[in-house]
């Protein structure tokens, strides 16, 4: 299990390609599972436990799909496992770092601030959000061998597009949660 950790560390580092992530339908369960895990983790202060798991079960299907359709595209279709292990992977190690930099930027809030308040902790997840999309459009460049810039921009395509999905499907149902 530690060998699977330090592949995805690496991977976030980008030091190693993505091709040497393991093709197991087990692994992909696993990444998948952790990456919903710790996204509804992240998703708890902006909703309930219910709701928080529903949109991250939705966040990491509809990315599973984006890069189904983007690799059966490309003909591909082979490398579906390997990229999606290797991005949920990378997703939740990222994600797992900024857990504890969400609870303080919660700290740093005072109930009497209305909007959004710029800290310390809120400029680091950014920081982080931006090496994500590094990290994800890294590993989908690999497996689709197109430029970075074409990666970068379906990550951010298949982000809106997400978004969206959230705010008109999963909004209505995650507020009865």
């Known amino acids: 299990m530690l060998n699977y950790f330090r592949l995805f560390f690496d ?7 993505a091709a ?3 093709k197991s339908d087990t692994l992909l369960l696993v990444t998948a599972g952790t990456a919903i895990i710790s996204g509804a983790i992240n998703a708890v ?16 299907l509809f990315f599973a799909l984006i ?5 059966f595209l490309r003909r591909r279709r082979e490398r579906w496992v390997q990229t999606t292990t290797g991005i949920y992977g990378a997703i939740t190690i990222l994600q797992l770092i900024t857990i504890p930099l969400s609870g303080w930027h919660a700290r740093l809030l005072t109930p009497d601030l209305s909007g959004m308040s710029l800290t ?18 890294s590993i989908l460049r690999q497996a689709m061998q197109i430029p970075v ?9 298949s982000q809106a597009l997400l978004l969206m999905l959230v705010f008109v499907i999963a909004t209505p149902i995650v507020g009865t949660l």
């Open 149 to 157: 810039i074409a990666a970068v921009l379906i990550i951010i395509g």
């Open 67 to 71: 890069i189904g359709v983007a690799l």
């Open 20 to 22: 040497n992530v393991p």
């Open 11 to 17: 991977l976030c580092l980008f030091r190693q390609p």
């Open 120 to 137: 310390v902790p809120l400029i680091a997840i950014a920081g982080i959000s931006i090496w994500t999309l590094a990290v994800t459009a």
């Open 45 to 60: 202060p902006d909703y309930r436990v219910s709701g928080a798991l529903l949109v991250s079960t939705i966040q990491v």
